[in-house]
């Protein structure tokens, strides 16, 4: 089983950046990122192989704003998040399954770090 840490949330203004960190114990997982806003189902942004090809998925929400960037030597990801807007104010989580990768589908991941809070106010 694989543990996952976040971290790197903040508080930004509008058209900022963060970078936010998942370090995981193993790496031999699919992994991605998902946020959920107060009231809103949980969104995958970004879905991705460690070690793997450089392949990612990026939802359209993020795509040309946030960067999944990968240190493998530290079993670390690193999303960059630029240009944020208010409404990408949410709790982010890091996730990893043993499933199909390059999925932004919850439920294809059983591993899921405690999340780290972002807030961009306008």
């Known amino acids: 089983q694989v543990q996952l840490v976040e971290s790197g949330g903040g508080s930004v203004q509008a058209g900022g950046s963060l970078r936010l960190s998942c370090a995981a114990t193993?790496?031999?997982?699919?992994m991605a990122w998902f946020r959920q806003a107060p009231g809103k189902e949980r969104e995958g942004i970004v879905a991705?192989?460690?070690?793997?090809?450089?392949?990612?998925y990026y939802a359209d929400s993020v795509k040309g704003r946030f960067t999944i960037s990968q240190d493998n030597a530290k079993n670390t990801n690193y999303l960059q998040m630029n240009s944020l807007k208010p409404e990408d104010t949410a709790m982010y989580y890091c996730a990893a399954g043993i499933g199909a990768c390059y999925i932004l589908g919850a439920t294809n991941y059983r591993y899921w770090g405690q999340g780290t809070q972002v807030t961009v106010s306008s």
């Open positions: 193993d790496s031999n997982y699919c």
């Open positions: 991705f192989k460690p070690g793997g090809s450089g392949r990612t």
